[in-house]
């Protein structure tokens, strides 16, 4: 069965301290791995996708990698502002789908 | 920037009552998705639109759940006979093409069945 799974489930962080999150996938065939941002009571607010094993994409803060099997998602020297859920998710494995599975999620709360 | 725009952003209704979700997508959007997310679960896909018909649904979209897009611009989500477990967050994306290109999300309505 297509999975995402996604770790930690929580992150707290001092304001300006760096980390990662970690997104693994169990789909072959990978069409894209999405990064999405998620703030409470909202819906996900897309960030990045990545198609290969080696691709980086950055926006602010963030950036974003992809391996064979699993994607990161890097946050250097977060603020406050950066506190939200992070969603990771994949179209399962065949062409004819458009559907995305999400994992389930890491929430992320930056401390001033 | 372009937006999907969902209404209202949080129901109440009672067991058994019938409810219509209603979004408004990006205008030059062709497919169109309904997913729901349950307090503290992942975000679920429920169905996908495209061409004025279904173009996939989960196991959870049975015979309860339809959709309809009744004009050009907007997309609904009818679910008759609620049940308490139909609470949810459930939220409305639409995107230009394939999954290739990511989808734009709505903030959202806030379904509470008592």
């Known amino acids: 069965e297509d999975q995402v799974t996604q770790s930690p489930e929580a992150l707290r962080l001092q304001e300006g301290e760096s980390s990662s999150l970690n997104c693994s996938y169990t789909?072959?065939?990978?069409?894209?791995l999405f990064w999405y941002r998620q703030d409470p009571g909202k819906g996900p607010e897309f960030l990045f996708t990545?198609?290969?094993a080696g691709e980086e994409k950055e926006k602010e803060r963030l950036k974003a990698t992809l391996t064979k099997k699993e994607s990161f998602l890097h946050i250097t020297a977060p603020k406050p502002e950066d506190s939200a859920t992070y969603l990771c998710?994949?179209?399962?494995?065949?062409?004819?789908?458009?559907?995305?599975?999400f994992g389930t999620g890491t929430l992320l709360a930056v401390q001033p | 920037e372009p937006e999907v725009t969902q209404t209202p952003s949080h129901q109440v209704t009672q067991m058994g009552q019938e409810v219509i979700l209603r979004c408004v997508p990006i205008?030059?959007?062709?497919?169109f998705y309904w997913y729901r997310q349950i307090l503290g679960q992942k975000v679920e896909f429920l169905v996908s639109?495209?061409?004025?018909?279904?173009?996939?649904k989960s196991e959870i979209f049975d015979d309860q759940f339809s959709v309809e897009r009744p004009d050009g611009s907007n997309f609904t989500l009818k679910i008759r006979s609620t049940k308490l477990e139909d609470s949810a967050m459930y939220f409305c994306?639409?995107?230009?093409?394939?999954?290739?290109?990511?989808?734009?999300f709505g903030s959202g309505t806030r379904l509470t069945v008592v």
């Open positions: 994306a639409s995107s230009p093409s394939t999954v290739g290109i990511s989808y734009t």
């Open positions: 789909v072959s065939g990978l069409r894209g």
């Open positions: 990545l198609y290969s």
């Open positions: 998710a994949s179209p399962p494995e065949g062409g004819a789908t458009n559907k995305l599975i």
């Open positions: 205008s030059n959007h062709l497919y």
């Open positions: 639109f495209y061409n004025n018909e279904i173009s996939e």
